[in-house]
């Protein structure tokens, strides 16, 4: 299985902070990568897929990047609405995997 | 709107077997895409279980070998989930969900917990 290194594992931001999340891949996944958030109670909640691609609906402030085996999500503004875990998934080979998952909170 | 909603039982005896449903509406689901069951555990670890596509073939997490089974019925726009000789380690919350380019469209999930 391909292995997801997700990191941090928890992070405190303040309010219009930009916040980095980071994914690596245990082998090349080929941009196949998408971010979700959960909040608390709620289902997980599609952000980025491809990468990069932004979906539908989803506030622009969140945006993604990498390739290969190295991935980011950026919050380009913390606001309080964005508290929650984040996951990153890699959907290039079954079993599709997730990372383990971030803790975001407000500071 | 595509909506999803997992029902079945929240308690499990140990050694028997896990059934839940997904109740599909706003999509038929024989007209497109994959519709997978994930798992959340406690602590947050998440697991991708497996899929049963539009056409009916199916793909599971090798980790759960023999114990899984993902069906359908087309007629109620339905599809299950079974989980054979469960133990306390699959106490979770079970969600399902539509993947197109991402998982686009979850169900609200059902915790189910494992135990005597």
């Known amino acids: 299985d391909i292995q997801m290194t997700q990191s941090p594992a928890s992070l405190s931001a303040s309010l219009g902070e930009t916040v980095t999340i980071e994914c690596r891949a245990s082998?090349?996944?080929?941009?196949?990568l998408a971010w979700y958030q959960q909040k608390s109670g709620k289902s997980p909640q599609l952000l980025i897929y491809a990468a990069n691609r932004l979906q539908d609906g989803v506030p622009s402030r969140f945006s993604g990047s990498g390739s290969g085996t190295q991935y980011s999500l950026n919050i380009s503004g913390m606001q309080p609405e964005d508290e929650g875990v984040y996951y990153c998934l890699q959907g290039s080979k079954y079993p599709y995997t997730f990372g383990a998952g971030t803790k975001l909170e407000l500071k | 709107e595509i909506q999803l909603q997992e029902s079945g039982p929240g308690l499990v005896k140990p050694s028997q077997s896990l059934s839940l449903t997904c109740s599909v509406t706003?999509?038929?689901?024989?007209?497109?895409?994959?519709w997978s069951w994930i798992r959340k555990f406690p602590g947050n670890k998440m697991e991708w279980m497996g899929y049963?596509?539009?056409?009916?073939?199916?793909n599971y997490n090798p980790s759960l070998k023999s114990r899984i089974s993902i069906t359908r019925d087309t007629s109620k726009n339905q599809f299950f989930l079974q989980l054979n000789s469960v133990t306390t380690e699959d106490t979770a919350t079970y969600y399902c969900a539509k993947k197109r380019r991402g998982f686009d469209y979850w169900g609200q999930g059902v915790m189910v917990t494992v135990s005597s």
């Open positions: 082998e090349d996944i080929y941009s196949n």
């Open positions: 049963i596509s539009y056409s009916g073939s199916t």
């Open positions: 706003g999509y038929t689901i024989t007209s497109g895409y994959d």
